[in-house]
């Protein structure tokens, strides 16, 4: 019993940290789009300031370092640029399609990083 629930930790902590380099690899591709049509933009400003707060979160993740706020903090951050990026898509034509559905998808995997960190956190 003790290694099965020591291996879904582990299976826990392999899943929510792959969610995390989703999530920011989403971000750098956010970065690059916005850094080709955004750029010295409050919105690449905004996307390029999330991405380098993600980058640090995945690293921390990859040496085995979870923190739920924080992933809920830049969750939000994201979340909050996606609805952004959408109202302005609205008045300007030139906010790339594709920096759209990027964000859509890092919304995504936001939503799952903090559940899979949430069941990795659980106490044994």
Not at 27 to 44: I, K, Q, R
Not at 56 to 71: Q, S, V, W, Y
Request: proline share 3%; glycine share 2%.
């Amino acid at each position: 019993m003790t290694v099965s629930t020591n291996l879904q930790k582990s299976t826990a902590l392999s899943e929510a940290e792959a969610a995390l380099k989703l999530l920011a690899s989403s971000m750098g591709a956010a970065v690059n789009v916005a850094t080709a049509s955004l750029l010295n933009t409050p919105m690449y400003r905004q996307t390029s300031v999330i991405n380098d707060q993600m980058v640090a979160i995945a690293n921390d993740a990859e040496h085995g370092k979870l923190d739920l706020e924080r992933t809920i903090k830049i969750s939000e951050a994201i979340f909050h640029l996606n609805a952004e990026a959408i109202k302005h898509k609205s008045m300007n034509p030139l906010i790339p399609d594709t920096l759209i559905a990027i964000l859509n998808s890092a919304v995504n995997y936001a939503e799952k990083a903090q559940s899979l960190i949430r069941a990795a956190l659980q106490p044994e």
